[in-house]
């Protein structure tokens, strides 16, 4: 079983739809949780932390549930823009401080 | 302005040529990582850097070998290429300490093709 899992889509929605991606991870020893997001052909770059108590930036709230080991990420009233791959990113600290990526979910948002 | 630099976003090698590539910040942090990126399987750690002189192999060391003589430049060495370490090459780089979990700031990478 992979350590972190993810749908990889592709998400092909219209703009202005709610789309909710969700994560997995094997590890309970997991500490920090984040959604990175990756356009095409460019480097991933932080999109937010996740906390224990959910949090909300905007447009996009993340979610944690450490009892079943999921973590989600919804986008509500999508937009063009939004349109790249969003990897969910675990850090557990046993393993050296190593940061473990799932393989990323494609979002397309379509006009 | 955060600021992770590689020195190559396209390179070319032959079989058997040895390979270096660069990595530099200047946020003065003290981890630095090297990932590799093929399609269907993500992100991947090489090596990563504790700090200056230190390292720690990944899940796909093999092949590679990495060096950190100074904070601010970790480099990533292919000792002999193979066709297989055809990928795009991150580097990362992160600030450790404070309550809060630290992100991860990426170079724009390499694309290294091994002929």
């Known amino acids: 079983r992979k350590e972190v899992e993810q749908d990889p889509g592709p998400f092909n929605v219209p703009e202005g739809a709610t789309v909710a991606f969700n994560c997995t991870y094997s590890n309970s020893a997991s500490q920090s949780f984040f959604w990175y997001r990756q356009d095409c052909r460019k480097e991933p770059k932080l999109l937010m932390s996740v906390y224990s108590s959910g949090n909300e930036d905007g447009r996009f709230t993340a979610q944690l549930n450490r009892a079943s080991q999921y973590i989600s990420l919804l986008i509500r009233d999508s937009k063009l823009s939004d349109s790249a791959t969003y990897l969910c990113v675990v850090n557990i600290y046993n393993y050296g401080q190593n940061f473990v990526f799932g393989p990323g979910t494609r979002l397309s948002v379509l006009p | 302005d955060v600021k992770v630099t590689q020195s190559s976003r396209y390179l070319v090698k032959r079989t058997g040529e040895k390979v270096f590539l660069e990595c530099v910040q200047d946020?003065?942090?003290?981890?630095m990582f090297w990932y590799r990126q093929d399609p269907g399987l993500g992100l991947r750690l090489i090596y990563f850097?504790?700090?200056?002189?230190?390292?720690e192999k990944g899940d796909i060391p093999e092949g590679y070998s990495v060096s950190r003589e100074k904070k601010e430049r970790f480099s990533l060495i292919l000792e002999s290429a193979s066709t297989n370490q055809t990928s795009m090459y991150l580097c990362?780089?992160?600030?450790?300490?404070?309550?809060?979990?630290?992100?991860?700031?990426f170079g724009p990478g390499t694309r290294l093709t091994v002929t």
């Open positions: 946020m003065d942090h003290e981890n």
């Open positions: 990362a780089s992160r600030k450790v300490g404070g309550p809060l979990p630290y992100e991860q700031y």
């Open positions: 850097s504790y700090d200056v002189k230190m390292k």
